[in-house]
C-alpha cells in the first residue's frame, strides 16, 4: 500500500472515532443536575474545559478531578458527587473530555485543577474509562479514586493513596474484574462495594447496556459515595 492509500486509512480512521464518539452520548438527566444547580451550599460553574462544584463556605482545601465514563455528559455525575461538596467542603472539578472519552485525552491533570487554584491536596478519579485514564495520571496527584473502574497500567510504586469504590450489580466493570485487577493497585488500597449499586449508579443518566440492575435509590446511593470520600487522602 502506498503512502496516498495509507494516509487516506488513517483519516478514515481518526473520522470514524470522531462519529463514533459524538454518538450516542448519555445527557444527564435534568432534575438531578438542576438540584445541585439550585443547592445553596454549591457554587456550580462551567469553566469550558470542566466543571466545577465548590462549597459555598471556602471549603476544605482539598479537591477531585473526576473524568467521566466513556460517552457520559460530565454534568450526568453532579448530583452524585453532591454530597461530597455540600457536607464535606471538597471541590469537585468534572472534567469534559476531548471528544466524550477521557481514556484518549491526552491534556495533563493541571489542565482541571487549575480551574480552583485554591484547592491545595488534589485526587484524580473517574468513572468506567475515566478510571482507566485517572490511573495513568494517578503520579501527579495526591490520591487515587476508582468509580466502578480498575487500573489497566500498574500504579503499586505511585505512593499515592488509593480508593476503590465499586458496586454489588455493576454488569460491567463486575466484582469479579475489580478483583482481577487489584494487582495493579498498592497493596494498602481500600476497597468499598455499595451494595446495590449498578456501573449506572454513579451518574445519573439513565440504564446503561450490559449493565446489571440496581436496587439502590439514588438518595442512598449519594450518601454511600459521600460516605465513602470521606476520608479521601487516607
Not at 210 to 218: A, E, H, L, R, V
Request: aromatic fraction near 6%.
Amino acid at each position: 500500500m502506498g503512502a496516498r492509500g495509507l494516509g487516506a486509512l488513517v483519516v478514515a480512521g481518526v473520522v470514524g472515532i470522531v462519529v463514533w464518539s459524538q454518538v450516542g452520548v448519555m445527557s444527564a438527566e435534568p432534575g438531578p443536575w438542576q438540584a445541585v444547580r439550585d443547592d445553596p451550599a454549591i457554587r456550580v460553574s462551567d469553566e469550558g474545559s470542566g466543571i466545577v462544584l465548590a462549597p459555598a463556605d471556602g471549603g476544605s482545601g482539598a479537591g477531585l478531578v473526576f473524568l467521566p465514563g466513556a460517552k457520559v455528559e460530565a454534568a450526568a455525575y453532579a448530583a452524585k458527587l453532591s454530597g461530597a461538596v455540600a457536607d464535606d467542603g471538597l471541590t469537585v472539578v468534572i472534567a469534559k473530555p476531548w471528544l466524550n472519552l477521557a481514556f484518549f485525552d491526552p491534556r495533563p491533570l493541571s489542565t482541571f485543577t487549575d480551574l480552583a487554584p485554591d484547592v491545595t491536596r488534589w485526587a484524580v478519579g473517574g468513572h468506567s474509562l475515566g478510571g482507566v485514564r485517572a490511573c495513568q495520571l494517578a503520579t501527579d496527584a495526591d490520591a487515587l479514586v476508582l468509580f466502578a473502574s480498575y487500573c489497566a497500567n500498574d500504579v503499586t510504586s505511585s505512593g499515592v493513596p488509593v480508593l476503590s469504590i465499586s458496586g454489588s450489580e455493576d454488569g460491567l466493570s463486575t466484582p469479579q474484574k475489580i478483583a482481577a485487577a487489584k494487582s495493579e493497585l498498592p497493596a494498602d488500597a481500600r476497597f468499598v462495594e455499595i451494595s446495590g449499586a449498578s456501573h449506572a449508579s454513579f451518574g445519573d443518566y439513565g440504564p446503561q447496556a450490559g449493565d446489571g440492575t440496581p436496587t439502590i435509590s439514588d438518595a442512598e446511593m449519594t450518601a454511600d459515595l459521600t460516605a465513602a470520600l470521606a476520608d479521601l487522602f487516607g
